[in-house]
């Protein structure tokens, strides 16, 4: 099938649980703005020449600046992969990593892929929101949470920053503690940014 064909699907069956979620959907890409301001991005990227496509989610506290090296976009203008905190909805046919879904060689097909990702949403979506949601309390909580996971150094930059924005300059320092060891030996801005959190 085809883009045109999966597009009317995801109107049909996708966009409306979004929209029932408080997401605004332009194109293929859905924001969402609550308190705090923390910002929740939906983005739909077609692979039309291998007849995929895969819903990636994106999370964002504008007040962390941009991630990407640029200008912080407009509120209403963020892109998925500007944000934080990234992800995708799993659709997990060949791997528990993978996340395309097909569009199938039929109209039926396509209906049933995205059928597949609206039976999911829920349960993924929140999984992946649900911590990225209330600011500043569960940024909070989640950023103390940091520390005992196995998150990859720059992920526990990222909570530093957001302890700083939190006042909390000993858990900033935890993290960047924490995350110092594990970064790998040609990642220097990485450990720049780490050191600087140590010694402001």
């Keep these: 099938m085809d883009r045109k064909t999966v597009n009317a699907e995801l109107r049909r069956q996708f966009v409306p649980l979004l929209t029932g979620a408080g997401f605004l959907w332009k194109s293929d890409v859905g924001r969402r703005i609550l308190a705090g301001p923390v910002i929740h991005v939906v983005e739909v990227q077609h692979r039309p020449r291998a007849a995929v496509f895969q819903v990636n989610l994106g999370a964002h506290l504008p007040a962390l600046g941009d991630v990407t090296g640029g200008e912080s976009p407009a509120h209403d203008a963020l892109r998925e992969y500007e944000c934080a905190w990234r992800g995708s909805v799993i659709s997990g046919f060949r791997n528990t990593s993978d996340a395309e879904f097909a569009y199938g060689a039929t109209p039926e097909e396509a209906a049933e892929s995205v059928a597949f990702l609206a039976s999911e949403w829920q349960r993924q979506s929140e999984r992946f929101f649900g ?40 858990l900033a320092e935890a993290l960047a ?22 010694t402001r």
């Design 131 to 170: 911590p990225l949601t209330a600011y500043p309390d569960g940024f909070h909580a989640t950023a103390r949470g940091a520390l005992e996971k196995d998150l990859h150094p720059a992920h526990l930059l990222t909570w530093a920053r957001v302890a700083l924005l939190l006042e909390d300059s000993a």
């Design 177 to 198: 503690t924490r995350a110092l060891p594990r970064v790998p030996e040609r990642a220097t801005s990485l450990r720049d940014e780490l050191q600087r959190i140590l």
